[in-house]
T-cell receptor, first 112, second 109 residues
């Protein structure tokens, strides 16, 4: 199984809403990532979890809050987002210490 | 910091023509990877290059890593409509991938 799954596929939310993005993988990967991708741009790293611990936070605003409940799951909690946060949010995973990365299909987020 | 420059940004080809995209770095890379992202899709890992001068082939795709490990190329022979998408060549560094802007392959109608 080389699949990373993400839910929901699409999400529309208002600036006062609270929502969560979910990601799951069963490849035994102990490094998991959140990326943000705007149209016509490369993916931009947001967070890295290694062995369920947050190891990298790329100066992401606190309105994005990641959580790694266990080695297979990764969540991204969203609160008080801005319209400029509208983007494709990609979850990814890899073996620890390796950068070969497997991406999920993403959640297309629209903030109104 | 480490940067990866990728050219061209866009390439329009007739179906059946060849396509090449290039990646360059000012610093020596430990490895370079290639990903393809179809329109509306997500990046999909194609290959990783580690050794100086390495050449790898996947059917019509040929990947090269420069002797100095500062540049890489992807060549597609006889493009098909299924090749449409954006090709990225991020460099691997610790847990992070350093991404260039990508090259978008467009097949002319």
């Amino acid at each position: 199984d080389t699949e990373v799954t993400q839910t929901p596929k699409h999400l529309v939310m208002g600036m006062t809403n609270k929502k969560s993005l979910k990601c799951e993988q069963h490849m035994g990967h102990r490094a998991m990532y959140w990326y943000k991708q705007k149209a016509k741009k490369p993916p931009e790293l947001m967070f890295v979890y290694s062995y369920e611990k947050l190891s990298i936070n790329e100066s992401v605003p606190s309105r994005f809050s990641p959580e790694c409940p266990n080695s297979s799951l990764l969540n991204l909690h969203l609160h008080a987002l801005q319209p400029e946060d509208s983007a494709l949010y990609l979850c990814a995973s890899s073996l620890p210490g390796r950068t070969t990365t497997y991406f999920g299909p993403g959640t297309r987020l629209l903030v109104l | 910091g480490q940067q990866v420059m990728q050219i061209p940004q866009y390439q329009h080809v007739q179906e059946g023509e060849d396509f090449t995209t290039y990646c360059n770095s000012s610093t020596t890379l430990s490895n370079i990877q290639w990903y393809k992202q179809r329109p509306g899709g997500h990046p999909v890992f194609l290959i990783q290059l580690v050794k100086s001068g390495e050449v790898k082939k996947q059917k019509r795709l040929t990947f090269q890593f420069g002797e100095a490990k500062k540049n890489s190329s992807l060549h597609i022979t006889a493009t098909q409509t299924t090749d449409v998408g954006t090709y990225f060549c991020p460099a691997g560094s610790n847990y992070q991938l350093i991404w260039g802007a990508g090259t978008k392959l467009i097949i002319k109608p």
